[in-house]
């Protein structure tokens, strides 16, 4: 007898054997055992997911002599041609190769009649995206009204081919990629069976390059086993679905881990060398830093899709590394994938990708920097600070301490911003008010004078707002208009406005409180344009730090605001 291959030996023969698609068993089942039959079913999905699989599964429960049941019997005889493919009345189309107006025409009025036998004539029209539009139209109207005795059950891989006016006459089902636990536990009950020996690590292996599909998967299976002689070993399962060497994964990891470029350079070689495709070994390689990280984060290491060993020392190296700098390593990676991919030189793209992963640990982190550890963070490329140390031994009396003093004042050149913020808290009349009203600060009464005019006429709040300078000293509010602002002096010119100013003194300061427009000086302004010129200092300084470049150069980043944090003592 001629070797069948496992796929077609293992295909389900009933709903009960099918892997991963719970809710769309559930129901058919329902449909048929309560003589729910709809018209036109319609599944969709990846390939190797059940599709066409589903389809014989209904023909024959809407056929088998002893149902309707939860499962066909399989021993019926419509059930078995309907295994054997050679029932009349079940027609298994190809649209692929039987895609013309003509041959659809010729096939809706041959549906015209009856069954020969069965109970159901169903048509199984595989691919059905592959139909051209004209074949679609012919289809439309015995679709929408088919004979009673008429089933259609339609697959496709690309579901956004599909005319609207045929999704809309079916019954629609959507088949999910099929999880790795349940492939592979798929795959040892297959291997149980077939006297195959292997891991679960190589079969979880197997699952994971079935990427959801069974039957990729059980083809896999059944290429391993027959390299291996009946035996799967996890080094076997590596190779061949990979065809990568993970130890030199594992090399290139710790070697980016370390910021080794030369090791990351003759990791790439050995890629070129090898004949591997560099986005393939790319892919694969994100894949080994996911399970570095899982394993960072205290995953078991039988999880990981690895050998034991390998497993085991990616762990330790996970764990040394520490999850967040697996992660961001991960991140880093995974933003350079779609370059990676997209690339014509692939092997230089990867080189770069890495090699920019491997500058990842030369990193320090910002709030190091703007709080003062900039200099200290650029010490091991500039060294500025050696020649300090060699004082000290050379003076080792009275002097020792006060020269320790002096080496200390030239590391602050980093607050050189420092000096720019009196400027920009310019408001220096505002401490003035507590004067004149013992309770709160004199900022409070002026914010909360501006919150009483903005109850009553929120756009006079916004007047004011653009004034010079608003203070208040001797029982009387002053209003400071900027220089050559006429504005402000004709809105508060209004009675309207003037009786809310009023009464918004009155409520703040009491109603013996008085006030007054005057010319301002433009402080207002000088204290704005010092600020923005602090700013830029601070950013000028900021940027001009090789780590903040560093770090720009690699996200890509810019500075956008420079802030100054007060010194932990």
């Known amino acids: 007898m001629a070797y069948q291959v496992l796929a077609r030996k293992w295909r389900p023969q009933s709903f009960s054997t099918l892997v991963g698609q719970g809710p769309i068993v559930t129901a058919l089942r329902n449909a048929v055992q309560e003589g729910r039959i709809a018209q036109a079913y319609l599944f969709s999905g990846i390939r190797g997911v059940g599709?066409?699989?589903?389809?014989?599964?209904?023909?024959?429960?809407?056929?088998?002599?002893?149902g309707p049941g939860a499962d066909p019997c399989n021993e019926c005889t419509p059930c078995i041609e309907i295994t054997r493919g050679s029932d009349l009345d079940v027609i298994e189309v190809d649209a692929a190769t039987y895609s013309k107006v003509e041959q659809v025409r010729e096939l809706t009025e041959s549906l015209k009649y009856g069954p020969a036998r069965d109970r159901y004539k169903v048509v199984i029209l595989d691919e059905i995206h592959r139909l051209s539009r004209q074949a679609f139209d012919a289809l439309l109207k015995i679709v929408e009204e088919p004979p009673p005795h008429l089933v259609f059950i339609f697959a496709t891989t690309e579901i956004d081919a599909v005319p609207a006016t045929i999704l809309s006459r079916c019954q629609e089902f959507h088949f999910r990629r099929v999880s790795s636990q349940d492939v592979a536990d798929l795959l040892r009950d297959i291997c149980g069976k077939e006297g195959i020996e292997a891991t679960d690590t190589a079969l979880r292996l197997v699952a994971r390059a079935g990427e959801g599909s069974v039957r990729d998967a059980v083809a896999l299976l059944d290429q391993l086993a027959t390299f291996g002689s009946g035996t799967i070993s996890d080094e076997d399962a590596v190779r061949l679905l990979g065809g990568l060497d993970t130890a030199l994964f594992h090399r290139l990891f710790e070697a980016i881990l370390q910021g080794d470029g030369v090791a990351v350079t003759r990791a790439v070689r050995r890629v070129e060398d090898e004949g591997w495709d560099p986005r393939h070994v790319y892919g694969h390689f994100l894949v080994f830093c996911r399970n570095a990280l899982h394993l960072a984060m205290g995953g078991d290491p039988e999880q990981a899709d690895l050998p034991a060993e390998e497993a085991q020392a990616l762990a330790v190296l996970g764990k040394e590394a520490g999850y967040e700098n697996v992660l961001r390593l991960l991140h880093q990676l995974l933003n350079s994938e779609t370059t990676v991919r997209r690339s014509e030189t692939g092997a230089l793209a990867v080189e770069i990708a890495w090699l920019r992963a491997a500058e990842l640990p030369k990193l320090r982190r910002v709030e190091e920097i703007l709080a003062g550890g900039g200099v200290t963070a650029a010490a091991p490329a500039r060294k500025p600070h050696p020649p300090a140390p060699s004082p000290i031994p050379s003076q080792p009396a009275g002097r020792g301490g006060a020269q320790p003093e002096k080496a200390a004042a030239p590391a602050r050149p980093a607050p050189p911003p420092a000096p720019a913020p009196p400027p920009v808290a310019a408001p220096p009349p505002a401490p003035a008010p507590p004067r004149s009203n013992g309770g709160a600060s004199g900022e409070d009464l002026i914010q909360a004078f501006l919150d009483e005019v903005s109850r009553r006429k929120q756009p006079l709040a916004a007047y004011l707002s653009d004034a010079d300078e608003i203070s208040f000293a001797e029982g009387r509010l002053t209003i400071a208009r900027a220089p050559g602002d006429t504005w402000l002096e004709s809105r508060l010119?209004?009675?309207?406005?003037?009786?809310?100013?009023?009464?918004?003194?009155?409520a703040v300061w009491g109603a013996e409180a008085t006030w007054r427009t005057v010319q301002?000086?433009?402080?207002?302004?000088?204290?704005?344009?010092?600020?923005?010129?602090?700013?830029?200092?601070?950013?000028?300084?900021?940027?001009?730090?090789?780590?903040?470049?560093?770090?720009?150069?690699?996200?890509?980043?810019?500075v956008e605001r420079v802030e100054e944090r007060p010194r932990e003592d």
């Open 51 to 66: 599709k066409t699989t589903t389809a014989r599964l209904l023909a024959k429960m809407l056929n088998c002599e002893r």
């Open 493 to 506: 010119g209004q009675s309207a406005n003037r009786q809310v100013i009023d009464e918004a003194v009155a």
């Open 520 to 558: 301002g000086q433009g402080h207002k302004a000088a204290a704005m344009q010092a600020q923005a010129s602090a700013a830029s200092a601070a950013g000028a300084v900021v940027n001009e730090n090789p780590t903040v470049q560093t770090v720009l150069d690699i996200f890509g980043g810019r």
